[in-house]
């Protein structure tokens, strides 16, 4: 039987947990919270995209890191804006996140 965490006082008397009559050792006891890190699997590190994002968003072009993730027709034609527009930063960070696409095996350029 399971018993659901919220069930599960949290403070109060010594508390023995018996499983099947047997004594459960304190230190098996479910933790109340759990840290599963980054739930986001990116091919290039989010942190670049949303880089990206901001810098696109200075030239007046909104950008999904998100959808920048999943969307290989999107990510080619942002990365492409960028490529083609007149700030040299952008344009380097738009080379830099496609050869890391590519190196993932994420072909966007492959996109029809």
Same mark, same amino acid.
């Given at each position: /039987?399971?018993?659901?965490? +919220?069930?599960?006082?949290?403070?109060?008397?010594?508390?023995?947990?018996?499983?099947?009559? $047997?004594?459960?050792?304190?230190?098996?006891?479910? $933790?109340?919270?759990?840290? *599963? #890190?980054?739930?986001?699997?990116?091919?290039?590190?989010?942190?670049?995209?949303?880089?990206?994002?901001? *810098? /696109?968003?200075?030239?007046?072009?909104?950008?999904?890191? /998100?959808? /920048?993730?999943?969307?290989?027709?999107?990510?080619?034609?942002?990365?492409? $804006?960028?490529? #083609?527009?007149?700030?040299?930063? *952008?344009?380097?960070?738009?080379?830099?996140?496609?050869?890391?696409?590519?190196?993932?095996?994420?072909?966007?350029?492959?996109? +029809?």
């Amino acid at each position: /039987m399971i018993i659901p965490l +919220h069930l599960l006082p949290e403070s109060g008397p010594e508390l023995n947990y018996t499983f099947s009559g $047997q004594a459960v050792d304190p230190r098996l006891i479910p $933790q109340t919270t759990v840290d *599963l #890190g980054s739930p986001i699997s990116a091919p290039v590190p989010f942190e670049e995209l949303q880089r990206f994002a901001q *810098l /696109m968003e200075l030239q007046g072009r909104r950008v999904s890191p /998100m959808r /920048m993730v999943y969307d290989r027709l999107y990510a080619a034609e942002r990365l492409a $804006q960028a490529y #083609g527009g007149d700030n040299p930063v *952008l344009c380097e960070l738009a080379i830099t996140i496609f050869e890391a696409y590519e190196r993932a095996g994420e072909w966007v350029a492959l996109t +029809h």
